[in-house]
């Protein structure tokens, strides 16, 4: 087992995390898998693994709806503004809500700033739209997807 995955959360009442964890244990065997919480991430943690995955729910930071969660929004202004993904493969996980008018809008910001920071997405986004639990199918596929799209 030689593939290595970073994934950097951001998660306010844990469903990113449980989403996480979820594809964490789908792996298990054939990946292995690190976690990083975006408030405590650092620049050089975008460098980590052989693959990154950026994990977030969408929130109404700023006070507008459709935007990224509070803590992997700082992390993009802030801290890893000056991020260079050099190619790197990366992958992206959002959550949101059918009632907000813009579900889960933070799979956007997630690939924008892939895109823009020079990384390369191997595959669709995972979107899990309400509570992930009872959607542990959609993220075990989604893995299998994401393990064949790298492998
Ligand atoms: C203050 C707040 C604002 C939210 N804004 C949005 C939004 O604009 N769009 C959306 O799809 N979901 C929105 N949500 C729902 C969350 O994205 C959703 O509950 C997600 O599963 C939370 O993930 P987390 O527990 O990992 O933070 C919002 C939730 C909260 C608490």
């Given at each position: 087992?030689?593939?290595?995955?970073?994934?950097?959360?951001?998660?306010?009442?844990?469903?990113?995390?449980?989403?996480?964890?979820?594809?964490?244990?789908?792996?298990?065997?054939?990946?292995?898998?690190?976690?990083?919480?975006?408030?405590?991430?650092?620049?050089?943690?975008?460098?980590?693994?052989?693959?990154?995955?950026?994990a977030?729910?969408?929130?109404?930071?700023?006070?507008?709806?459709?935007?990224?969660?509070?803590?992997?929004?700082?992390?993009?202004?802030?801290?890893?503004?000056?991020v260079?993904?050099?190619?790197?493969?990366?992958?992206?996980?959002?959550?949101?809500?059918?009632?907000?008018?813009?579900?889960?809008?933070?799979?956007?910001?997630?690939?924008?700033?892939?895109?823009?920071?020079?990384?390369?997405?191997?595959?669709?986004?995972?979107?899990?739209?309400?509570?992930?639990?009872?959607?542990?199918?959609?993220v075990?596929?989604?893995?299998?997807?994401?393990?064949?799209?790298?492998?």
């Amino acid at each position: 087992m030689s593939l290595s995955v970073h994934i950097i959360i951001a998660s306010s009442s844990g469903h990113t995390q449980y989403v996480s964890e979820v594809l964490k244990q789908s792996m298990e065997g054939k990946a292995t898998v690190e976690m990083t919480r975006a408030e405590q991430a650092e620049p050089e943690d975008f460098a980590r693994g052989d693959v990154l995955i950026l994990a977030s729910g969408t929130w109404n930071t700023g006070g507008i709806e459709g935007q990224l969660n509070p803590h992997m929004h700082d992390l993009f202004l802030k801290r890893a503004a000056a991020v260079d993904l050099k190619g790197k493969t990366c992958a992206v996980i959002a959550l949101g809500d059918e009632r907000y008018h813009y579900t889960a809008r933070a799979g956007e910001h997630l690939s924008t700033f892939v895109a823009s920071h020079g990384g390369k997405e191997c595959c669709e986004k995972l979107t899990i739209v309400n509570e992930p639990y009872g959607q542990e199918d959609t993220v075990k596929k989604w893995g299998a997807k994401f393990l064949a799209s790298i492998t």
